[in-house]
């Protein structure tokens, strides 16, 4: 079946822009993930959607950064006033959610920004 | 909180050789043990877990992997390389309660030699 699919694939983008991010989860997971993987900070965690819950923002590593799910399915990630240290690959990934017995994440390919 | 160490950046093996990527985490509870995968240019790849039951659990390509409480190790393992396994590796660790986010070691990167 589908995967994860994330768009655009490469964005480059000048310093100061707004950008958006795109996720499309696998059909029927209910928990959708944001992480980003750069250079100097390797992997880490951005933010968490369950269901119709709150999202888990404490990721997030500015007020520049938000993120929305419509639907309890597409999610799309938000940076504001781009800075060049926004610069890495930001990865979505989707779950069952909590509660199941499948507790593995399954990544898209990710959206390389690139800031310039 | 949790933490998550693979201390070898690279591994290099020659093809046909058996193979070990080392992981060890630090967890105040339960812990949910992963490996991922990842290729050049490509999102991460789901190879196994460990949740509960035994200690020795069976993933994709024929990796397995070794959950030892004791020592807080979580070693990846395949008894013969294959050069098709060269790849950035990923070990996660996450609570089996409360927070639902994969904390990720910093990866290591295995070369598997012809």
């Known amino acids: 079946g589908a995967g994860v699919s994330q768009s655009p694939s490469n964005k480059v983008t000048e310093k100061g822009k707004d950008v958006e991010l795109r996720c499309d989860p696998i059909?029927?997971?209910?928990?959708l993930y944001w992480y980003r993987q750069s250079l100097g900070q390797g992997l880490e965690f951005l933010i968490y959607?369950?269901?119709?819950?709150?999202?888990?923002k404490s990721g997030l590593p500015s007020d520049r950064f938000s993120a929305e799910r419509t639907g309890g399915s597409v999610s799309t990630l938000t940076i504001q006033r781009t800075q060049q240290e926004d610069s890495a690959v930001y990865l979505c990934?989707?779950?069952?959610?909590?509660?199941?017995?499948?507790?593995?994440?399954?990544f898209g390919p990710g959206t390389r920004l690139t800031v310039t | 909180a949790q933490s998550v160490a693979q201390p070898e950046d690279q591994v290099n093996v020659a093809e046909g050789n058996p193979l070990t990527v080392k992981c060890t985490y630090s967890?105040?509870?339960?812990?949910?043990l992963f490996w991922y995968v990842q290729y050049p240019n490509r999102g991460l790849q789901f190879l196994l877990k460990?949740?509960?039951?035994?200690?020795l659990v069976k993933g994709s390509y024929g990796f397995e992997a070794e959950f030892n409480k004791s020592q807080t190790s979580f070693h990846l393992k395949k008894p013969s390389a294959l050069v098709s396994d060269s790849a950035l590796y990923f070990c996660?660790?996450?609570?089996?309660?409360?927070?639902?986010?994969?904390?990720f070691g910093t990866g290591t990167r295995l070369l598997v030699s012809p």
């Open positions: 990934a989707s779950s069952l959610g909590p509660g199941t017995s499948a507790h593995e994440q399954y």
């Open positions: 059909s029927g997971h209910t928990a």
């Open positions: 959607f369950q269901g119709n819950s709150a999202p888990d």
């Open positions: 967890v105040s509870g339960n812990p949910y």
């Open positions: 460990y949740i509960t039951g035994d200690n």
């Open positions: 996660a660790v996450k609570l089996n309660t409360g927070f639902q986010k994969l904390v």
